[in-house]
Each structure stands twice: as structure tokens, then as C-alpha cells.
């Protein structure tokens, strides 16, 4: 078993900042690979970014590429995503999740396990 919590959420303005960090306990966090993932209000889960066990490959939605970096502290088990210059169309609840493949994957159903999320709201 695998245990996510997420934190760093608020609100912020638009082209402000924001550090989410997900917090792993269970199997041994540096064995799995990580991704984020957000889900507005009215519409699907979406995948945002990507980052494998070994920290030497990513992987971002068109969207967050250059605004958003994945990066990971295996010896705290937390990985994170840095958010910069937010606009309003990020507001959601951003989720992390955990796979036991090396491969990179942008659909949620290959990921086994899930935090609860927080929440990101930007005004505009």
C-alpha cells in the first residue's frame, strides 16, 4: 500500500505561484514513478505532469510546459510540482498519483495509487 497527501494548495492571484508537495509512506517511494493530475469543476481529470522513479525523465501536458516543474526528493518521499505564472483555467483540485512502471502515462487509469488532493484557485 501506498499512502499520498497532498499539500500547498490556495489561492492565488493570476501569474502567481504556488509549490504543491505529495507526501509518500507505504512501499518504498523511490521504486515508483509519480504523476500530477487536476480536475476542474464540470469536467475529466486531466493529466498535468510526469516524472519517473529515477528523476531522469518528465513529462507535461502542452498546457503547463514551461510554467509548471515536477521534481522529486526521494530521501524526504516527496515529490513536487511548481506552478509559475498561473492563470484562472488552472484552477482545480491537483491530485498526485503513483505507478510501479517506468513508463510514462498520461491516463489515470495506469496509476495505482491516489491522494486526496488540494485545492488551486487563481484569480484573475
Known amino acids: 500500500q501506498v499512502q499520498l497527501v497532498e499539500s500547498g494548495g490556495g489561492l492565488v492571484q493570476a501569474g502567481g505561484s504556488l509549490r504543491l508537495s505529495c507526501a509518500a509512506s507505504?512501499?518504498?517511494?523511490?521504486?515508483?514513478?509519480m504523476g500530477w493530475f487536476r480536475q476542474a469543476p464540470g469536467k475529466e481529470r486531466e493529466f498535468v505532469a510526469f516524472m519517473n522513479w529515477r528523476g531522469d525523465a518528465t513529462n507535461y501536458d502542452e498546457h503547463v510546459k514551461g510554467r509548471f516543474t515536477i521534481s522529486r526528493d526521494n530521501a524526504k518521499n516527496t515529490v513536487y510540482l511548481q506552478m509559475n505564472s498561473l492563470k484562472p483555467e488552472d484552477t482545480a483540485v491537483y491530485c498526485c498519483?503513483?505507478?510501479?512502471?517506468?513508463?510514462?502515462?498520461?491516463?489515470?487509469?495506469?496509476?495505482?495509487?491516489w491522494g486526496q488532493g488540494t485545492q488551486v484557485t487563481v484569480s484573475s
Open positions: 507505504g512501499r518504498t517511494f523511490s521504486t515508483y514513478s
Open positions: 498519483a503513483a505507478k510501479f512502471s517506468d513508463l510514462g502515462s498520461i491516463r489515470p487509469r495506469d496509476y495505482a495509487y
